[in-house]
């Protein structure tokens, strides 16, 4: 495969922030092995003690092990490697160099999450990685950028030479609509690089021991100029499962090698398992199948998500599909929701790898599509998909647990349009081009559906969970880690043609690291929570009780109307208790709405700026802002301004300051006990 050329490497080391690398050690550093640190989410695991999802793989960050590379990080600048890695910051290696890990405990697996350079003209190229354990047992990973580097304005483009996508738009880079200035102005290229990142697994052929290390090396002759190692996961992968008493894919004519389609061979293993009230079986193997399999009162099994792959190319269809779709590729789908929806569907144990490489929002190229009632969905791993699982209501009753969904074009999974009464708990979600779950109630309420102990890293755009209209929901005891940008960690928001909000929704028990990012259009800092009426007035009880937020780069709280709309819609009853913040670049509240919240035993540290920048609706009047606080005690601790819910600023002292300097935070650490 083509590398890039020295002038194109030299742009993309530009736009990274390549030349501001912060060198890991001198070049022959130390080999001797040594303990790497075990985090998740780049933290000490204490500080997220019982919140998120367990799998049961160990995450080791790159910046934390040894290595002869160079530390890149940590920073937040957008569209920079950097910015994309977990935590903030990974390993550079040149040909040569090397990342080593130490075992904390036995595996036979490993997840590596990497970035290398795209082809010059976009497209990716693929390169080695050599893995070797204790100096021996080497094994190459053949690494591929071909899913990731995105260039350009929504909804991107694969080309790195290519200018604005919609001249029309608002540009921030020339703070002006590009077809409407003159001269007109010239962008530099690539245009906005995004979505560096991919990952690989790779099962070890043996178990290995604590202590015994894994050396990840991009070799001397290595097609890629530069490999940037984020992370490593690794795990003790339990044995295939077997099921004698089910209907086998391979005696229906189902290939394992992947070598021919299996679509057909699956279907007839369905249609005869639902004649004889079995289970569908897909034993080790990897399957071809290039389009939707239609499930309805099925179970089908895989022998586990590392042994048991459905593996398919993205094809382009002949006409449009009448849902707009002008692909397909392999994806589990429920019947639509129009003609009833599927019921009794019961999907587990295999992985599901995609072949989408651009983003087509009428695209049906789904892991897991249609509508799925009284189902269950659990121990998948989806990969290279538009979106993980895209379900389309109404439906009732969905179970979806213990999955990993990694490397999307958009969202993780997304409860579109009257979902209710389902469950996402304990699921682990990385590196989607959109939000990580949401529920989207557009037209019909999504109702009474809970997203509980799961962890989202790394949305490359918009938020980690995202709620856009609906009632009765709960977000609880889930870990959201450095959404990236034009998001946050959790959003409630009236948007994109959503029903308002109604009942109760419970935010609760949940940690949120190094988000309250910079939003690139606004050009202001968002909170790790944000609140946003858009499009209706937010009046549902929210209840926002028992969460961290921790190393928050501007806010922690963020309650905004949009400014065109600030008169239309207000923010009310909203409460918030038993709050930690441990760190905001400037304030704990941010309040550019009219209406207001209640806050009680919200405890703050290290703040970087005024407690509540309070702007309201922006008129200023004498009476004080459109916001106002209540306090209801327990309201302590600040930063360098004093306490952060000081007297003089309630109920709704003007405070406004619409960009704040922002003052780093340290790391988080525990809290003292209570």
Not at 293 to 302: A, H, K, N, R, Y
Request: aromatic share 8%; net charge negative.
């Amino acid at each position: 495969m083509p590398t890039p050329t020295k002038p194109l490497a030299a742009a993309f080391a530009a736009v990274l922030g390549l030349s501001t690398l912060i060198a890991a050690g001198p070049a022959g550093a130390s080999t001797a092995a040594a303990p790497s640190k075990v985090t998740r989410a780049a933290l000490d695991p204490s500080l997220v003690a019982g919140r998120g999802a367990d799998l049961g793989f160990v995450e080791q960050e790159a910046e934390n092990a040894v290595t002869n590379g160079t530390v890149i990080g940590p920073s937040t600048d957008a569209y920079s490697l950097a910015a994309e890695a977990s935590g903030r910051s990974a390993v550079t290696l040149q040909p040569g160099q090397y990342v080593q890990f130490t075992l904390p405990a036995a595996a036979n697996a490993i997840t590596v999450r990497y970035s290398i350079p795209d082809a010059p003209a976009g497209g990716g190229i693929t390169a080695p990685l050599d893995v070797s354990v204790d100096g021996h047992d080497h094994r190459t990973m053949t690494l591929t950028s071909q899913y990731a580097w995105l260039y350009n304005e929504y909804p991107f483009s694969n080309d790195p030479s290519a200018g604005p996508l919609h001249p029309d738009w608002w540009t921030t880079e020339c703070n002006c609509v590009p077809d409407q200035t003159t001269p007109a102005p010239v962008f530099p290229t690539p245009f906005r690089p995004n979505h560096f990142y991919d990952e690989q697994r790779l099962l070890l052929g043996r178990t290995y021991r604590a202590g015994d290390v894994i050396r990840l090396t991009a070799p001397a002759g290595t097609s890629a100029s530069a490999t940037t190692i984020d992370l490593m996961d690794s795990q003790l992968v339990a044995p295939p499962k077997i099921d004698l008493a089910a209907a086998n894919v391979l005696l229906f004519g189902a290939d394992p090698t992947g070598r021919r389609d299996s679509a057909d061979a699956i279907d007839r293993a369905i249609a005869f398992a639902k004649l004889v009230h079995l289970p569908v079986y897909l034993p080790p193997g990897t399957y071809q199948v290039n389009r939707h399999i239609i499930v309805d009162d099925v179970t089908i099994e895989g022998a586990g998500s590392w042994y048991t792959i459905v593996k398919g190319h993205q094809v382009t269809l002949s006409a449009p599909a009448p849902d707009g779709s002008v692909h397909t590729g392999v994806g589990f789908y429920g019947k639509d929701a129009s003609v009833g929806g599927s019921h009794n569907v019961h999907l587990s144990d295999f992985a599901i790898e995609g072949d989408v490489r651009e983003r087509i929002d009428t695209d049906q190229v789904n892991g897991i599509g249609g509508a799925l009632s009284d189902s269950s969905i659990e121990g998948l791993y989806i990969h290279h998909t538009k979106v993980g699982m895209w379900l389309d209501g109404p439906m009732n009753n969905l179970t979806i647990e213990n999955n990993q969904i990694a490397d999307q074009i958009a969202d993780g999974i997304n409860f579109h349009t009257g979902v209710t009464n389902s469950v996402v708990k304990n699921n682990f979600i990385r590196n989607t081009g959109d939000d990580g779950l949401a529920a989207w109630s557009e037209k019909t309420a999504d109702s009474g559906d809970v997203f509980d102990h799961n962890t989202v890293q790394t949305p490359v755009l918009a938020n980690g969970i995202a709620l856009y209209g609906g009632s009765d929901l709960t977000v609880s005891d889930n870990l959201v880690a450095d959404p990236i940008r034009e998001g946050s960690a959790l959003q409630i928001g009236s948007r994109f043609g959503a029903v308002p909000f109604a009942g109760t929704i419970t935010v609760a028990d949940n940690t949120t690291v190094r988000a309250g990012t910079f939003e690139l259009n606004w050009k202001i800092g968002l909170g790790a929570i944000w609140i946003y009426a858009l499009e209706h007035s937010i009046d549902a009880n929210i209840q926002v009780t028992g969460d961290n937020f921790l190393d928050n780069t501007y806010n922690a709280i963020m309650l905004v109307s949009d400014f065109s709309v600030k008169d239309l819609y207000s923010i009310t009853n909203v409460h918030f208790a038993n709050i930690k913040v441990d760190g905001t670049g400037t304030s704990v509240v941010s309040a550019r709405a009219a209406g207001g919240a209640t806050f009680q035993n919200v405890v703050a540290r290290n703040v970087g700026a005024v407690g509540v920048n309070n702007c309201g609706s922006f008129h200023f009047t004498p009476a004080g802002s459109e916001f106002a606080l209540t306090d209801l005690g327990g309201n302590t601790g600040g930063g360098t301004t004093g306490p952060w819910l000081a007297p003089w600023e309630l109920p709704n002292t003007i405070t406004c300051d619409d960009r704040p300097a922002v003052v780093p935070p340290p790391a988080p650490s525990p809290w003292p006990a209570s």
